[in-house]
């Protein structure tokens, strides 16, 4: 019996994506009379709106339209959670990019053009730049997320060694190769649609009926697929498929609005940065007695998702190890800077990465090599298995994990051999690190994990395959097709995977928080299971058996010895008025979290990993290349092995690219200075580790409930680029000639040479007794 699960199969678009025939948004046929958008975007950081006055750019020939806040028909505020984020800016403008009015002309140059002629009379106000002036004015956007076990105060006092300090994580621009785009066309009797590049067409469907002050049984959204996400199209694509309906219902026709390069890195979110303070208590073995932990993320103006991105560095704070006293908050800051959003992780990833250097210092301080201390830390299986939020961990397989990875990387004797060529080396060194992933599986916000889906089987046997998930590139409507076709017992070229649309299945969650496969493909399971059932009492009357004995496998449908085409039992039952269409539904069990008391089961399961990253280091530049990287992930019994495989050595990438050498950099007047690839570094094929070798754990099937026993592997492989960041605080300390060096991230070469030099610096400074100590 032939399967098409647990296959490394080809992504479905795939052919398109290497010919270029993939067609986005943009690519589509423009609809007769399109009208192009362009914003005026603020050119103040905070400041109060006295008067718009659009007359300039009216009286450009081919302008039909120009809109402020004041134009929308409807409530103009977008905000996904809390209130307070209105389309375009009412009344102040918040900060430097804050779009103001938008206008629409016959092309897009004569649209750019007239935006720029849009002159508005401000009155400047005192702005909030830094996480540090937030929390020094109490400016904060919620409430904050706290998690308390024991007495960490009395722990820390009480333990034989303390550390003390602070450190500075950077944000990161999602960077997507298409940029937020949206094309809204209205239709008769008020009703619109809306193709959009968003993770999240039903809350695009909410917010563009919203602002038109309609239902939204009257707008339809529609995403066949993104050039890519990352988070930043989960929320803040419907601001622009908001103004492109407004344009569109004011002026009859269709609109589009897509934004360049330096407006979507200047008006749209990014990863949070982070402020962390912590307070830590150790023994001598390097076990952490008490934790005390802060960690204050830059909203930015408006909540946003800001709220839940806190709260997940807060529940990932503890990444994979055991605190036995411990307090943990999370601070939402306020500044007026753009909107900070969803990001691959969702916070997850500055919350481990704290840690991480935490478990680092503890290990320098010691004389240790951090991976003992590590492994010290480690949750156990039975015993000292519980998380700060009292969620009891019961698949750990990090333990098993780690030794697997210290042989496959041999990574005892390569610390021995970079030890050495770092004695001998004056001018390059080099750094190894190993750290471990423990990622939770589910939206800490409960509700959202859900999904649904539709299976419409024609009598002809073909299949057509609709649910809420998204597709950018990760692999998800491929590997929902694969649970389709499995349970139906057919090829993959038997279904048709179409576009995302929010009247085919309605009131879905975003594709986010790596659920995607996970809640799509039960609901898709569910869906075909019903159809199946109904052509399985088809099938046994044609063969004579009983509904129960029938199997579906390689496109034909068997019992006692006999069997049938697929599609010949999908005509029988069409003859004989059988329903071969089917709503599938899929809610995950078992998940809870009482904000209030700072307990619950937010995740259904945790996803693991780990990894380990050497990197050369010249101390004349600062300069760096990655030279190896092992990867182990668990995708437990893994849908589409090829799929994972791609995912995770691009979110190790990416992580890397976050902590290494992505760097945003405001000025202070609060203008964003890097927002175009001349300013902002990614990562490209040339800062790849040069030996990069990345495997997916084998033989071990998820113990929850998923669907086929696999495991989500969109976010948690992200953290393992923290392996690369600490590499190069390894080789800073060797290069300074000192244990205890401090590295904030992004680690950038200027910041990896400043780091040696203030390294140099303290350790000059320093008493020769205390050096002696050290």
Not at 45 to 71: C, E, F, Q, R
Not at 153 to 165: D, E, F, N, Q, V
Request: glycine share 8%.
């Amino acid at each position: 019996m032939t399967s098409v699960i647990h296959k490394p199969i080809k992504h479905d678009s795939a052919p398109k994506h290497v010919a270029g025939s993939a067609r986005y948004i943009d690519d589509l046929p423009e609809p007769e009379g399109l009208l192009h958008v362009a914003l005026h975007l603020s050119d103040r950081t905070h400041a109060k709106i006295l008067n718009i006055d659009l007359s300039a750019a009216l009286a450009i020939p081919g302008v039909m339209a120009a809109i402020t806040v004041a134009d929308v028909p409807g409530d103009p505020d977008i905000a996904p959670v809390v209130r307070g984020e209105p389309v375009l800016a009412n009344g102040v403008v918040e900060f430097h990019g804050h779009p103001v009015a938008a206008i629409a002309a016959h092309d897009l140059p004569t649209a750019r053009r007239a935006a720029r002629l849009v002159r508005v009379t401000y009155e400047d106000l005192s702005a909030i730049l830094s996480i540090e002036d937030a929390i020094e004015k109490q400016s904060f956007l919620l409430p904050p997320l706290g998690l308390k076990r024991g007495d960490a105060t009395a722990a820390i006092a009480g333990a034989p060694h303390r550390l003390k300090g602070d450190l500075n994580i950077g944000g990161q621009d999602h960077f997507y190769l298409e940029g937020q785009v949206s094309l809204a066309e209205p239709r008769e009797d008020g009703d619109v649609i809306v193709r959009c590049s968003t993770q999240h067409p039903s809350e695009v469907q909410k917010l563009v009926a919203r602002v038109l002050g309609t239902s939204l049984n009257s707008v339809t959204v529609e995403c066949r697929r993104m050039g890519g996400g990352f988070g930043g199209k989960e929320t803040q694509a419907a601001q622009f498929a908001c103004i492109a309906a407004v344009i569109a219902a004011r002026t009859g026709r269709p609109a589009k609005l897509r934004l360049d390069r330096d407006e979507d890195m200047i008006a749209t979110g990014k990863r949070h940065d982070f402020l962390s303070r912590y307070d830590v208590g150790f023994d001598e073995q390097g076990r952490i007695l008490g934790y005390e932990l802060t960690l204050a993320g830059r909203g930015g103006w408006a909540a946003d998702l800001t709220g839940a991105v806190v709260d997940r560095a807060v529940f990932h704070a503890d990444s994979s190890y055991w605190l036995p006293d411990v307090t943990i908050t999370g601070l939402c800051c306020k500044t007026n800077t753009v909107s900070n959003t969803a990001f691959r992780g969702f916070g997850g990833p500055q919350g481990m990465a704290t840690t991480e250097y935490v478990i680092d210092e503890i290990a320098r301080f010691l004389g240790r090599d951090p991976l003992d201390i590590r492994r010290a830390n480690l949750y156990g299986k039975s015993a000292n298995n519980v998380t700060p939020y009292f969620q009891t961990i019961t698949d750990n397989i990090l333990p098993e994990m780690l030794d697997e990875l210290l042989a496959s990387s041999d990574y005892r004797r390569r610390r021995q051999e970079i030890d050495a060529f770092n004695a001998q080396s004056p001018h390059l060194k080099k750094g190894l690190a190993l750290t471990p992933v423990k990622f939770g599986i589910s939206f800490t916000t409960t509700f959202l994990n859900q999904a649904g889906a539709l299976v419409l089987v024609y009598e002809d046997g073909s299949v057509q395959l609709n649910h809420g998930g998204t597709e950018m590139g990760q692999g998800v409507y491929i590997k929902v097709a694969q649970v389709v076709a499995e349970t139906l017992g057919i090829g993959l070229d038997k279904i048709r995977i179409t576009a995302t649309r929010t009247d085919k299945v309605p009131n879905t969650s975003a594709t986010a928080a790596s659920a995607g496969a996970d809640l799509n493909g039960k609901a898709a399971e569910a869906a075909a299971l019903q159809i199946r059932d109904r052509l399985a009492v088809v099938a046994g009357a044609m063969l004579n058996a009983d509904a129960g004995q029938v199997v579906f496998a390689d496109d034909h449908v068997r019992a006692g010895g006999k069997s049938v085409p697929f599609a010949d039992v999908a005509h029988k039952a069409w003859m004989e008025r059988v329903s071969l269409a089917a709503s599938g539904f899929y809610a995950t069990p078992d998940i809870n979290f009482d904000r209030a008391t700072g307990r619950g089961r937010p995740f259904y399961y945790f996803a693991y990993g780990l990894s380990a990253t050497e990197v050369l280091v010249d101390c004349f530049t600062g300069e760096y290349r990655f030279t190896r990287a092992d990867l182990l992930h668990d995708c437990g019994s893994s849908l589409n092995p090829a799929i994972d495989l791609g995912q995770v050595e691009g979110a190790y990438i990416q992580g890397l690219g976050w902590l290494t050498m992505e760097e945003l950099w405001w000025d202070d007047k609060g203008r964003l200075r890097t927002h175009a690839p001349s300013t902002y570094k990614i990562p490209t094929a040339r800062d790849l580790p040069e030996d990069f070798r990345v495997q997916l754990v084998s033989g071990r099937a998820n113990p929850a409930n998923t669907v086929f026993r696999s495991k989500a592997v969109g976010e948690p492989p992200l953290m393992l680029g923290i392996s690369a960041w600490l590499a190069l605080k390894d080789a800073v300390a060797a290069a300074a000639g000192t244990r205890m060096v401090r590295l904030d991230a992004p680690a950038t070469p200027e910041r990896v040479l400043l780091a040696i030099a203030a390294a140099k610096r303290q350790d000059a400074a320093m008493p020769t007794d205390m050096a002696a100590a050290k």
